[in-house]
Structure formats: structure tokens, C-alpha cells
């Protein structure tokens, strides 16, 4: 089995930063890419934030470039999202996701694993 775990959420003022982490832990033999979404309160989608490859590459969504910067290590399968210049608009449950991830003990690919969700609140 595989788990996916956020950590670091929490209320923090406009302008102010927060640091997210994720650790995907269990019978894992490889993950893909690991990433960042959130879902604002009264909103049905879950958008992508930011997400960054095995290899290293990233990507973000246009509302948080230059705001917010991914980090991970693939050997340890954890992720970090450094959130800056924090907007109410920011206010979401955000949650990690680890993309293609095979199984070591079965050898089974599952497609996407969520985490639980950790709530951010930007608010003064």
C-alpha cells in the first residue's frame, strides 16, 4: 500500500508565506511526478498548483508564478510547496498528489494517489 500524507497548513496573513510538505510513503518502487491542488470553499474543481516530475521539471499554475516554488526529493518521494505573497484568494484545501506510482510489492500502477488535504486560510 501506498500513503499519501500533507502536512503544514494552517491560517496565515495577506502577504505572508506558509510551507506546505507532502511524504509518500509505503510499498513504493517509483513515482512519476508529485504536485500541489487545491479546491477554494464553495468550489466543486480541484486545480492544479504546481507539480514537479521525477526528473525535476516543474510546472505552475499562472496565478502563483512568482509567488510559489515546488521542491522534492525523489529519493525520499516527499515534496514542498513554499507559498509567498499569500492572497485570501489563495484560500484552499490543498492536496498532494503523487502521479503514476508503482507499486514494489505487486508491481501495479496506480494512476494518481490523493492525500487527505491540508487547509490553508489566508485571512486577516
Known amino acids: 500500500q501506498v500513503h499519501v500524507v500533507e502536512s503544514g497548513g494552517g491560517l496565515v496573513q495577506p502577504g505572508g508565506s506558509l510551507t506546505l510538505s507532502c511524504a509518500a510513503s509505503g510499498t513504493i518502487f517509483s513515482i512519476n511526478a508529485m504536485g500541489w491542488y487545491r479546491q477554494a470553499p464553495g468550489n466543486q474543481r480541484r486545480e492544479m498548483v504546481a507539480g514537479i516530475t521525477s526528473g525535476g521539471s516543474t510546472v505552475y499554475a499562472d496565478s502563483v508564478k512568482g509567488r510559489f516554488t515546488i521542491s522534492g526529493d525523489s529519493a525520499k518521494n516527499t515534496v514542498s510547496l513554499q507559498m509567498n505573497s499569500l492572497k485570501p484568494e489563495d484560500t484552499a484545501v490543498y492536496y498532494c498528489?503523487?502521479?503514476?506510482?508503482?507499486?514494489?510489492?505487486?508491481?501495479?500502477?496506480?494512476?494518481?494517489?490523493w492525500g487527505q488535504g491540508s487547509l490553508v486560510t489566508v485571512s486577516s
Open positions: 498528489n503523487a502521479n503514476r506510482v508503482l507499486d514494489s510489492r505487486t508491481m501495479d500502477e496506480y494512476v494518481e494517489i
